[in-house]
C-alpha cells in the first residue's frame, strides 16, 4: 500500500498557489471552463505533477472552495466591530463588508454561485462548502443569541432559523449585484440593514 507523503509547509503553500490559479479559471469562465492542464501550465509544472498535489479535478475545486474561505477570511472594511459592540452594529458591518467585496471583488461571489450549484451533486465540494457555512452559522448564531440576551433583539427570535436566512440574505445581495442591473451593491446594502432592522430589533411597544 503507498503512503501519502507528509504535507510540509512547502507542500500547503504549493497547494494553495495552484488553488489560486484555479480559482481565477472558475472567476473567468466558471466551473466548465476550468481545465486541469491549463492550471499545470499556467503554474510552470506538468500535468502529473499537479495530481501529486490534487489527485483529482474534484480535489482542485475543493482546493477553490479553501481558497474563497482564505479570501473572506480578512474582513473588507475594517476595523472589523468587536463582540461586545451592539449586535446591529456587527450585522451592518457584514452588510457593509459584502457591499464593500461586491465593489473590488466581485470574482468572489461568482466563484460561489458556480461552487454552490456544483456542490449539490458533488460531494466532495458539498461537504468543503459545508464547513465553510457551518463556520459561518455558528458565528450568526452566537452573535444573534448575544443581541436576545441582552435586549437588543427580539425575545421571541429563533437564532437558528434567523441565521440561516441571515445567510439567504446576504447570499441574494451577492447573486442580485452580479446581475449588473440598475441597482448599485451599496443601494441593496442600505435596503436591507433597514428590513434587517426592522425586523430582528426589539420593539419598545412589545
Excluded at 70 to 92: C, F, I, K, N, Y
Excluded at 149 to 173: K, N, T, W
Aim: hydrophobic letters at 45%.
Amino acid at each position: 500500500m503507498s503512503c501519502r507523503p507528509p504535507r510540509t509547509p512547502a507542500h500547503r503553500v504549493r497547494r494553495a498557489e495552484l488553488a489560486a490559479t484555479a480559482y481565477a479559471q472558475v472567476a473567468e469562465r466558471g466551473l466548465e471552463g476550468l481545465r486541469v492542464r491549463e492550471v499545470a501550465a499556467e503554474a510552470g509544472i506538468n500535468h502529473a505533477t499537479l495530481i501529486y498535489y490534487f489527485p483529482t479535478k474534484a480535489n482542485l475545486v475543493a482546493g477553490v472552495v479553501d481558497h474563497v474561505l482564505g479570501l473572506l477570511v480578512a474582513p473588507a472594511v475594517t476595523p472589523a466591530p468587536q463582540p461586545d459592540q451592539a449586535v446591529m452594529h456587527r450585522l451592518a458591518h457584514e452588510l457593509e463588508d459584502i457591499a464593500a467585496r461586491l465593489e473590488r471583488q466581485p470574482q468572489i461571489f461568482r466563484v460561489l454561485t458556480e461552487l454552490q450549484l456544483r456542490g449539490a451533486r458533488d460531494a466532495e465540494v458539498g461537504r468543503a462548502l459545508a464547513r465553510m457555512d457551518d463556520a459561518w452559522t455558528r458565528f450568526l448564531v452566537g452573535m444573534l443569541r448575544s443581541g436576545i440576551d441582552s435586549g437588543e433583539l427580539r425575545s421571541d427570535l429563533d437564532a437558528d432559523r434567523a441565521a440561516g436566512l441571515l445567510r439567504a440574505v446576504f447570499r441574494g445581495i451577492g447573486l442580485a449585484a452580479l446581475r449588473r442591473d440598475d441597482q448599485k451593491p451599496r443601494d441593496l446594502v442600505d435596503e436591507a440593514s433597514k428590513m434587517l432592522a426592522s425586523w430582528l430589533a426589539a420593539r419598545s411597544d412589545r
